[in-house]
């Protein structure tokens, strides 16, 4: 018997009212947010690193979903698994028997996870940190759990506790018990430790935020830190795992570091099926899991569904059989070293950092008059408006996604599709190339927009 639900036809007749439906029933800022920045855009398909408007031009994601795109959109491969696992009539999350997706995903897994033996399968990053956070304090038997400034875990209360940035927290306290120390300070690490109440450390390899990579040699010595105060080490690779940073896990830069939990998720999903995964020692698991009393002591109503399982071996399948990770180790240093190669005919453009395709492009407080003066209207108003100055056009005149890489951070950061090549490369390249000359004098139109973000900044709320 047919409902007559035609989906289709739904997004035909009703897909125009996307932002008006918005406003109206979800977080009203995001449209509002959208408009005052002019990416208020309306896209209706996407292939690969690609998306394409209601007009019909291709825009260049160099977003990818904040990550999750990270094979890129509607990946073939991934589709066809979906497709399978959708006609197979499996007898699914039947919650009383061991079904063999879940357990071939993690064999598979932990192939490129050495020195971890167990998965726990959930359904984003910020839960596959909160498993973390539980398993290690139920591990340890302490409550304390330290990051590192300007960190971001995810947005759940436990994953927000150990958030480095005050603007997500505010309004949510009280959170667990946690402490902050620097990307890279040893010192005061130890001086936590010391304290005897630390269950372990969660630090991302390359942060998010702004993309600062840990100094070499930090996670080694981190690493020997923990495990001399009985402390755990949480690697969280929800961003920059999967092969994102030229390697298969970004802490595998270092030499000799062996986490005791590693938490990914996004490119997993293919970007079709939310999931996440904490991958941990042997060990810490039968401490959370100690007796059969305690089977579901933790657990996740849909972590090990069929969907969400086919679509991350399908993933990993692609990994492999087309060297994802070298190509976004070759492409990304390909990038990298032309961007890097800018700094000097720039004045505004500071730095450009990162591992493969995760880079982070910083600009700063230029040397002639002119330009001093436009940067410092702008830093009067609010810190981080130059960036935005610079993803729009990027956007709306060479029809490049990006981001800012955080509130108040004069970087924009580029974390495109792993499948991107010296064609996206070079479009990037001369689209930025025509942005900077811009801004260091050309026509002056980037300069107009950035006076109507000052305007829009001091109006506040």
Request: charged share 25%; with cysteine.
């Amino acid at each position: 018997m047919s409902s007559g639900f035609d989906l289709a036809k739904l997004l035909e007749e009703r897909g125009g009212e996307r932002y008006e439906l918005h406003a109206r029933h979800l977080n009203h800022q995001l449209p509002r947010m959208l408009r005052t920045i002019g990416f208020d855009r309306v896209y209706e398909r996407g292939e690969g690193a690609y998306l394409w408007d209601d007009e019909g031009g291709d825009y260049l994601d160099m977003l990818s979903g904040f990550g999750v795109m990270g094979l890129g959109r509607h990946h073939p491969v991934v589709r066809k698994a979906l497709h399978d696992v959708l006609d197979a009539p499996l007898a699914d999350l039947t919650r009383f028997d061991c079904p063999p997706l879940p357990g071939l995903l993690a064999e598979k897994l932990l192939a490129h996870s050495p020195h971890l033996d167990r998965v726990f399968f959930c359904n984003s990053g910020t839960e596959a940190v909160e498993t973390a956070l539980k398993f290690a304090r139920c591990a340890t038997g302490r409550p304390r759990i330290l990051h590192c400034d300007h960190a971001f875990h995810g947005l759940t209360a436990g994953s927000l506790s150990v958030n480095g940035e005050a603007g997500f927290r505010d309004g949510f306290a009280p959170l667990l018990p946690d402490t902050a120390v620097g990307l890279g300070d040893l010192a005061a690490l130890e001086r936590e430790l010391a304290r005897g109440d630390v269950a372990g450390f969660v630090v991302e390899p390359i942060q998010g935020k702004g993309v600062h990579e840990a100094p070499p040699g930090f996670l080694p010595a981190a690493q020997e830190l923990l495990r001399r105060h009985g402390a755990l080490l949480i690697a969280d690779e929800v961003q920059t795992g999967l092969g994102r940073t030229g390697d298969f896990y970004a802490y595998q830069h270092d030499d000799g570091v062996e986490p005791d939990l590693v938490c990914v998720a996004k490119a997993l999903s293919g970007g079709y099926v939310p999931v996440g995964a904490t991958l941990g020692k042997d060990w810490i698991f039968r401490k959370v899991y100690s007796s059969m009393d305690r089977v579901l002591v933790h657990s996740a109503s849909f972590g090990s569904n069929a969907q969400a399982m086919a679509a991350g071996l399908a993933v990993l399948s692609v990994i492999e059989d087309e060297q994802v990770v070298a190509n976004a180790r070759a492409t990304g240093d390909s990038l990298r070293t032309r961007l890097a190669a800018l700094v000097d005919r720039y004045e505004l453009l500071h730095e450009v950092r990162g591992r493969g395709l995760m880079i982070g492009i910083e600009f700063g407080r230029p040397a002639s008059l002119k330009l001093r003066g436009r940067w410092s209207m702008l830093q009067a108003a609010r810190k981080g408006l130059f960036a935005q100055m610079v993803a729009v056009p990027l956007l709306q005149r060479h029809r490049i996604l990006t981001q800012v890489s955080g509130d108040r951070l004069e970087v924009i950061k580029l974390i495109p599709p792993l499948i991107v090549g010296e064609r996206e490369v070079d479009r990037f390249v001369g689209a930025f190339t025509a942005v900077m000359d811009d801004a260091h004098g050309g026509s002056g139109l980037m300069w107009d927009f950035g006076k109507t973000l000052v305007k829009q900044a001091i109006a506040g709320h």
